[in-house]
C-alpha cells in the first residue's frame, strides 16, 4: 500500500513537472514564432535562452495551474481504467492531454481572453495537448506495478 502512494505520489510529480517544462517552451516558442511574424529576426541562442527564462520563470503561475489539471484530470482517467484497464496508457495520455487543453479554454471562459498568448492558435493549444499527453504518458509508465512491466 505506502509503495503505490509513494509511486503515485512520484508519478505525478514527474508528470506535472515533466508537462509544465515542455509546455513552457511551447509557450515561449508560440511567442516567439508571433515575433518572428511580425518580421524580427531570432537566433537560436536568443530562443534557447527565451525557453530557459520561461521554464524558471513561469513555476509560480503555470506550475500549479497545471498541477491542478492533473488532480481532476489523472482522477478521471484512474476511474475510467478501473472499467477498461486495456486502455490504461491511452485514457492518461488523453487526460494529460484534455486537462492541459482545459486550463487554458476554462481560462479563455472566465477571463474573456486567452490568459497565455501562444495558446490563442490551434496551434498553440495543440502544442499544449502534447506536453499534457506525454506528462499523461509518463505518469502511466512511472505509476505501473512492476508485475505490469512486460
Do not use: E, W
Amino acid at each position: 500500500m505506502q509503495n503505490t502512494i509513494v509511486r503515485n505520489v512520484a508519478s505525478f510529480l514527474a508528470a506535472v513537472i515533466a508537462a509544465y517544462i515542455l509546455g513552457a517552451i511551447f509557450i515561449s516558442q508560440g511567442n516567439i514564432a508571433s515575433i518572428v511574424g511580425m518580421g524580427f529576426d531570432i537566433s537560436a541562442a536568443q530562443r534557447l535562452d527565451a525557453a530557459f527564462h520561461d521554464v524558471m520563470h513561469m513555476t509560480s503561475i503555470y506550475l500549479p495551474v497545471i498541477a491542478v489539471s492533473y488532480l481532476i484530470a489523472l482522477p478521471v482517467a484512474t476511474l475510467i481504467i478501473k472499467y477498461a484497464p486495456h486502455l490504461r496508457m491511452i485514457l492518461y495520455v488523453l487526460a494529460g492531454a484534455t486537462g492541459l487543453v482545459a486550463i487554458h479554454l476554462i481560462l479563455k471562459l472566465l477571463l474573456g481572453m486567452s490568459g497565455i498568448a501562444a495558446t490563442r492558435t490551434v496551434v498553440g493549444l495543440l502544442a499544449q495537448a502534447i506536453a499534457g499527453g506525454l506528462g499523461g504518458y509518463l505518469f502511466h509508465v512511472i505509476s505501473m506495478k512492476r508485475t505490469d512491466v512486460s
